[in-house]
């Protein structure tokens, strides 16, 4: 991505990103956030630390091609498991989506990302992206998030009530 031109930042968590220049500098253990230079969907406001911003998104919808978010999970020959708690798993099969070749990772995985988030900066867009996703989840993607969401939140997460 850095040798096409994309600024590459690693989390850091808490919201702040740290700037990376080559792949060489970290190693790569949380999400990876990637745009080009005339991305105006995200922000970055500096910190007191050298090349490490705070990092937010300032649409809900991304339109272009011009943002793309890296996960590390760990998976084996057959699931994909969730990096908070690896009792969490999915198949390879249901983890994944496919558009014009492009694979990405399912959206009942993306919310339960999220919901670790609803007290960030970004918990509007996160309440956002679950309030218009839930109808278009099919039935087992529903089970499995709200299943998911009671093991990570001990059952209290505001989402299960309505799943």
């Not at 994309?6 to 999400?31: H, P, T, Y």
């Not at 969907?41 to 890296?70: G, H, M, W």
């Not at 009942?108 to 992206?129: G, P, Q, W």
Request: charged letters at 25%; aromatic letters at 14%.
């Amino acid at each position: 991505m850095i040798n096409k031109g994309w600024r590459v930042f690693e989390a850091c968590g808490g919201g702040k990103v740290i700037e990376l220049f080559d792949d060489s500098e970290r190693q790569m253990i949380r999400n990876l956030f990637c745009f080009p230079d005339n991305n105006t969907r995200c922000a970055l406001q500096p910190t007191n630390e050298i090349n490490v911003y705070q990092f937010s998104i300032k649409t809900y919808e991304q339109i272009d091609f011009d943002y793309i978010e890296f996960l590390f999970n760990q998976r084996d020959e057959k699931y994909i498991y969730y990096s908070n708690n690896n009792s969490i798993k999915r198949s390879l099969n249901d983890a994944f989506l496919e558009k014009d070749g492009i694979q990405y990772l399912s959206p009942e995985i993306v919310l339960l990302y999220k919901s670790t988030y609803l007290n960030s900066i970004d918990a509007t867009k996160h309440h956002h992206d679950f309030k218009y996703s839930l109808p278009l989840l099919s039935l087992e993607q529903k089970q499995w998030l709200k299943r998911s969401l009671e093991i990570c939140h001990s059952g209290t997460h505001e989402w299960i009530t309505v799943l």
